[in-house]
Structures are given as structure tokens and as C-alpha cells.
């Protein structure tokens, strides 16, 4: 019987791979079919309400699917009582949110104001729920019931919507299939809670300190590429924008997909040796530092490229002006966004220092505030003017990552292959550059194999790694 646990533990695994694998791919096979089912001003219309949604979701519901993750399986001698206190808390608070969006909906004229965040309210319930359901199955190690119940969901988003979509080209109509699509699978899939009870006020405050504080820092950096779309939306319009969001939604999703690959296959092992040899956790993060900037300095170069050769194959003509005009400064602000969060962010909660990295996030988004401001009161907002602001608050808040993990992590950064990467980079940049130019058809589509080798090879020869570091294999 024990001789099997092994093998089991290893079919789960796999599974868990493939459902992470198969939900990104959903999320962006939507996001590359959509725009060719929807006129720009309604993709505009579902993609903001889509992030919207998704960030109310961790607004509402994030803290408590923390506690789930932590503490849903938590000792029952325990006198705090935080699974039930946490099931209590889930329930009312989407129950209550449930009800206000069912008001908002029916009370709001279609397409008013009241009625759009009765519809992003209702989507970030239907996710909530979900979450919630999917942190619980983790907590109780049914990860096979979970790999399985991802893989449903994400097979019935990427269908449901798009089917939803082409049948009414309309928005709303699509969001509102992409929240059946949660709720449906939450209900015939999900865990009922083990029992409820009216949460004392001590496990409350305990749940929420806990809670709120991890799950801060990531909330705003979902936030701030939002608000940068927010602001380019009401400069242009939903038609004039469309390309430009579409060009943030697009570098977001792939550069976020492998942020959670990061975050499966390079943090975990990294968190388990600093636990067992504390003394050498300064050398473990630098190494996860490396190879975070390692690979998405390279996942850059490689989205940057595909931008320019492959364009007109995967985004509409009528999309194409304003994505063009945009396409460089959407990625280089999804990375710094990476950067921070799978990077410098993660040392951070290694370290039980997660206070820096709420400050340096919110450092960065009242700059972007501040600076989108500046740029509406003195008429100069534009498309590339409010992703350049972006850019310039990500660096700030970048830079004072970095020095309070010098300084307070006791991390000695490793310029030296840093600088490495960064030359690496330049290189594999003006070949890209170079190929996009002068190469034709096929010498392009070669050139994604070129690219790789010189990113791979460079890194190799100067000694930063490459995949088995990545992997923590040596």
C-alpha cells in the first residue's frame, strides 16, 4: 500500500500540471477568439468588465481564500474554530454580495451604470464561489477531484462564452456565460462545508489580519495595469482603445500564466530548502531572483517578437492600430509587474516581510495615479502617455523593492548575473529587431528557434543557467 502512495502522489501531480495548463490555455484561446466574435467597442466593453470583475473577486473574496488554503484543515481542538469561522464568512459574505448584484441588475436600466456592476459583481461572486470551493479541495489534498473540477471549468468557459458570443455579439451577454460557466461547475463539483457557525469576533479579526495583509500586495498589482486601462478607455473611447487593451489583456495573460508555473515549479522548492537550511536562505533567493529575471527577460524578447511578425495573425484589423501603437509598452509593464510579483514579492513572504511589498505596490499605484492625473489635467492623456506612466510608477516601485530586499532580507544582489541576463537580453533584441526587418515570411517564423538559441546559449555561456536551474534540478 505504501510502495503506491509514490506513484499516486506523481498521477497527481501530472494532473495538477495539466489542469494549470489547460486553464491558461482557456483563458487565452478567449482572449484571442473573442476579439474576432465582438466589435472593438463591445470586446472593450467585456474585457474591462472581465479584469474588473476578477479584481473584485480578490477584493472581496481573496483574504478568505487564503484562510481556506491555511486553515481549513486546521487542528478541531483548536478554541478559535477558524474552519468553521472561515465557511461562516464565505457563505454570508457571498450571499450578501450575491443579493446586492441581483438588485443591481434588476433595478439598473440594460447598459446603465447599476446594471454593468450588478454584472461585475455577479461574475466576481460566480468566481469567488469557485475559489473558494477549489482552496478548500487543496486544503483537504483531493487534488485529483481538484485537477479534474479545474479542467471541467475551464473546457466550459472557454466554450460556453464563446458559443455565448457569437450568438449575440454582445459583452455583457459574454461575461454573463463565462459566470455560468463558475457557478455551474461549483455547484455540481464543489465541497458542501462541513458545518457553520456564527464566527466568534477574536478568529474574525485573527482570519482578516492574516488574511488581508498576504493577499494586499497582489491585489494591487492586479490593479494597476487595470487602472491604465481604465484611463485609456475614457481617453478613446471603447472603439479607439480596444487594441490597446487587448494588447495589456493579451501580454497579461501569457506573462501571468507563467508566473504561476514560476510559482508551482521554482518557488515551492525554493521555500522548502530555506526551511530546512536557513543559514543559506540568502543564497536560495538569490537564485530564485536570477531565474525569475532570467526567464521573463526571455519570455520579453520572445513576446516582443511574436508582436512583430505575427500580428495580423492573431489580432483583427479592425484592433490593429491602437495594439500596434501600444504592443512595446504593454509587455515591458506586464513584466515589471512579473518582476515584482513573482520576483522580489515572493522573497518577501519567504522572508515573513510581506509588509514591503504591500508598501512598494502601493507606492507604485499612487504614482500611477498621480501621474494619469497629471496627464488628464494637463490634456496630454494618450494611449502611450498613460502606459509610459505605468511603466515609470513599475520601476519606481521595482527600485524600492529592491532595496529593501538588500536591506532587509540581508540579500547580497547578484549584479553580476544580472548584468549578464540584461546583456543576453540586448542581444537576442536586436537579432529579433534584425529579423523582423529584413526576414521574409519563412526566415521569421525560423527566426522564434533562433531567438531561443541565443537567449538559451547566452545564458549557458555566461553562466546564469537554463532550464534544469530553472527546474532546481542542479
Not at 478554541?79 to 457571498?94: D, F, G, V
Not at 496627464?375 to 502611450?384: E, N
Not at 541576463?421 to 533584441?429: K, W
Request: charged share 10%.
Amino acid at each position: 500500500m505504501q510502495a503506491g502512495l509514490p506513484k499516486a502522489r506523481g498521477s497527481a501531480s501530472i494532473l495538477m500540471m495539466l489542469s494549470l495548463v489547460l486553464a491558461n490555455l482557456a483563458n487565452l484561446g478567449i482572449q484571442f477568439v473573442i476579439p474576432r466574435l465582438l466589435v472593438p467597442e463591445e470586446y472593450t466593453r467585456f474585457a474591462m468588465m472581465w479584469a474588473s470583475g476578477q479584481l473584485v473577486a480578490a477584493l472581496l473574496f481573496e483574504w478568505l481564500r487564503i484562510g481556506v488554503v491555511r486553515y481549513s484543515a486546521n487542528d478541531a481542538g483548536d478554541p478559535r474554530r477558524l474552519p468553521e469561522t472561515l465557511a461562516a464568512l464565505y457563505a454570508a459574505l457571498l450571499v450578501g454580495a450575491s443579493v446586492l448584484a441581483v438588485i443591481l441588475l434588476a433595478t439598473g436600466r440594460t447598459g446603465s451604470a447599476m446594471f454593468m456592476a450588478g454584472l461585475i459583481l455577479f461574475y466576481a461572486c460566480a468566481q469567488g464561489a469557485f475559489d473558494g470551493q477549489q482552496a478548500n479541495l487543496r486544503a483537504r489534498f483531493l487534488n485529483v477531484r481538484f485537477s479534474v473540477t479545474w479542467m471541467v471549468r475551464s473546457v466550459l468557459s472557454f466554450s460556453l462564452t464563446l458559443v455565448v458570443a457569437s450568438a449575440f455579439s454582445d459583452g455583457r451577454f459574454a461575461l454573463a456565460a463565462l459566470s455560468a460557466s463558475f457557478l455551474i461547475v461549483s455547484l455540481f463539483a464543489g465541497l458542501s462545508p462541513r458545518s457553520l457557525r456564527w464566527p466568534a469576533r477574536s478568529s474574525v479579526v485573527f482570519l482578516m489580519k492574516f488574511g488581508l495583509f498576504a493577499a494586499a500586495a497582489g491585489i494591487i498589482s492586479f490593479a494597476l495595469p487595470l487602472v491604465a486601462r481604465y484611463a485609456m478607455v475614457h481617453y478613446a473611447g471603447g472603439t479607439d482603445s480596444a487594441g490597446a487593451v487587448l494588447a495589456v489583456d493579451i501580454a497579461q495573460k501569457i506573462l501571468m500564466a507563467l508566473g504561476t508555473a514560476v510559482n508551482l515549479l521554482l518557488l515551492q522548492p525554493v521555500i522548502s530548502r530555506v526551511n530546512r537550511d536557513p543559514e543559506e536562505g540568502s543564497r536560495y533567493m538569490e537564485s530564485h531572483l536570477i531565474n525569475v529575471v532570467a526567464l521573463f527577460s526571455a519570455a520579453m524578447v520572445v513576446l516582443l517578437y511574436a508582436n512583430s511578425v505575427m500580428v495580423t495573425y492573431f489580432v483583427p484589423p479592425a484592433f490593429l492600430e491602437s495594439y500596434s501603437k501600444v504592443s512595446l509598452l504593454a509587455v515591458i509593464s506586464i513584466v515589471l509587474v512579473c518582476l515584482k510579483s513573482y520576483g522580489l514579492d515572493a522573497l518577501f513572504a519567504i522572508g515573513g516581510k510581506t509588509v514591503y511589498s504591500v508598501v512598494t505596490s502601493g507606492v507604485a499605484l499612487l504614482l500611477v495615479l498621480l501621474g494619469c492625473g497629471g496627464l488628464y489635467v494637463t490634456h496630454s492623456i494618450g494611449l502611450s502617455s498613460t502606459l509610459v506612466v505605468l511603466v515609470l510608477a513599475l520601476v519606481a516601485g521595482l527600485v524600492l523593492a529592491t532595496y529593501f530586499a538588500a536591506s532587509v532580507l540581508s540579500l547580497r544582489l547578484p549584479w553580476g548575473k544580472l548584468s549578464r541576463i540584461l546583456l543576453v537580453t540586448a542581444a537576442a533584441m536586436v537579432a529579433s529587431f534584425l529579423l523582423a526587418v529584413y526576414g521574409n515570411a519563412v526566415v521569421q517564423m525560423a527566426g522564434f528557434i533562433v531567438i531561443a538559441f541565443i537567449i538559451l546559449g547566452g545564458y549557458r555561456a555566461l553562466g546564469v543557467g537554463g532550464p534544469r536551474q530553472w527546474l532546481g534540478q542542479s
